[in-house]
């Protein structure tokens, strides 16, 4: 069951029209919501996110925080399983084309729930590989927009090279994953890019320093270099359906000693009881 509209309905009966200014310029922009245990996780995190993505692209929010919240409690309720991913769309609407904001409409609203496995044992257990590629994508990254097709491009490269992310350098310094935020580790240091309009303000990111922080894993925020990366003794890639995992080698060379590291298993397992507090209402 999805939500379209302010109807409840299956998503075979869900239609928009083709004018919808999400399919004709890609306009709107969206949000990815882990639930656990039925529970949306750092609900108030992400709808914070909306409202920055809805500020940059001059888009009214069309709900208060209150209401979204209900919405969302009514598309977990109305599908099954104990942790889901909600998907939240919203579109500037239908109008005649025309790149100008139309005048007078409402925007397009979409909530859908998928089922959020969790990540394979095997990926967390033996890491991942990734790829590199320069980040060829516009100068507002931070705004969560639905017109993602340099991400899908980007990401498309490492699928194509036999890896699972393509980690992106604008001017020969990190930016984040073609759909995830990017740290690594140097010497027992934890270190990541700062927010800025060239990434996006990661949930899984702010989670990851804070538990860096609470159990005194030394991590500094600050550009990254390509250098550092390459020599980094740990990479690891933070998004909230893959939560945190270890990335072992990097355009076919290995990431330290090529095996998942202490401080990923340190903050993946912090992540984990993190989770579990947070789902007891213990947070
Ligand atoms: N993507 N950067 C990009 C470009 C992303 O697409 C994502 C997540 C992140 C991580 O953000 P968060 O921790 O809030 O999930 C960073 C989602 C999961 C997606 O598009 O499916």
Redesign the pocket.
Known sequence: MIYLNGKFLPIEQAYIPVLDRGFIFGDGVYE?IPVYSRKPFRLTDHLSRLQHSLDGIRLKNPHSDEQWRELLEQVIACNEGEDQYLYLHITRGVAKRDHAFPVGISPTIFIMSNPLPAPPPEMLQKGIPAITARDNRWGRCDIKAISLLP?VLLRQLAIDSGAMETILLRDGYLT??????IFIVKNHVLLTPPKSHL??P????DVVLELAQGHAIPYEIRAVSEQEIRLADEILL????KEVMPIVSLDGKPVGTGEPGPIYKQLSQCYQQYKACIMRGQN
């Open positions: 990815v991400n984040e994953g073609a759909a995830s935020n990434m996006l990661g949930i899984t990111y933070t998004s909230s359906t």
